[in-house]
């Protein structure tokens, strides 16, 4: 894998699958423009990490589900780069309760982070990309958008509202060299997962053939691959990162 040239902005890189993204394209080349909300000091420690490795990078704090704060993010990448060639919508949260006691700003944060930020992301880097007349935008659903969960309608519907949009885009803009793609991860051991109790940790777990929650850098290897020339013929699909859990 060569990423060499080329610019990538992760979005909620700071931590979990996002950190391990962004350290993994640094890894094969990239400059990468780690993006995360909150508290600065972990997306400027992974542009620290890349620095370790002679690589570039930056941290620009931003909330993706806002559009002020995304075009800022995608401004300042081309400030500083002059040019975006992969997008990696990462940034992700849940609030997970049974649909009789969901609220509504349960549904509407959810629908906001996960999924209009991915809308918010694709549009502000498209425009670049189709007049560089090549990109790469990796989104990170779920296995959860393709099985449901009891407990993440929320969850489920802006993953699967991620797959649905990855397969437009794919074929608005296939004729301008710029592929969209979606990875489903499965149960990865990250801060997110940890929300969840041993009982449940335990019977997630013996859903899993392979028989072990996946890491960060497991998703983090799938969306490098798809964010190289290698992968230039595969676009719109939908790949599970998930030790055979779901089973589709
Ligand atoms: P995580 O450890 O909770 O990290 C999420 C990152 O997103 C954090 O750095 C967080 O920043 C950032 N973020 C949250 N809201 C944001 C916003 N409005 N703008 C910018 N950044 C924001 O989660 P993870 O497990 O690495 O998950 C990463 C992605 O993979 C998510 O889309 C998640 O849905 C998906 N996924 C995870 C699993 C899993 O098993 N872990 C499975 C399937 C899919 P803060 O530090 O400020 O919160």
């Known amino acids: 894998m060569d990423l060499s040239d080329r610019v990538a902005i992760v979005t909620g890189g700071g931590r979990g699958i996002g950190r391990a993204i962004a350290l993994k394209l640094a890894e094969v080349g990239a400059t990468v423009v780690v993006n995360d909300f909150g508290d600065p000091a972990p997306a400027e420690g992974v542009v620290e990490e890349i620095k370790a490795m002679n690589q570039s990078g930056m ?11 995304v075009d800022r993010l995608v401004a300042t990448t081309i400030d ?9 919508n990462n940034a992700g949260i849940t609030r997970d309760q049974l649909l009789l006691r969901m609220t509504d700003e349960d549904w509407d944060m959810v629908m906001s982070v996960n ?7 694709t549009r502000a880097v498209l425009k670049h990309m189709v007049r560089q007349r090549r990109g790469r935008i990796v989104s990170i659903a779920s296995i959860v958008g393709i099985v ?27 004729s301008r060299g710029i592929t969209a793609n979606a990875i489903a991860p499965g149960f990865i051991d990250t801060k997110m997962t940890e929300q969840l109790g041993e009982k449940q940790r ?11 929650l996946g890491t960060p850098r ?21 790949l599970n990162v998930d030790g055979g859990m779901a089973g589709v």
């Open 59 to 69: 941290a620009v704090m931003a909330d993706v589900s806002s559009v002020a704060d």
């Open 80 to 88: 500083n780069y002059q040019q975006v060639d992969i997008l990696v």
């Open 115 to 121: 999924l209009k930020s991915v809308f918010l992301c």
């Open 148 to 174: 449901g969960n009891a407990g993440q309608a929320n969850y489920a519907a802006a993953k699967a509202g991620i797959i649905g949009f990855t397969r437009t885009v794919a074929k608005e803009v296939a």
């Open 202 to 212: 335990q019977e997630l777990q013996s859903r899993i053939p392979l028989g072990y």
């Open 218 to 238: 497991d998703v983090a290897e799938a969306v490098a691959f798809l964010a190289t020339e290698e992968a230039r013929y595969i676009t719109g699909q939908v």
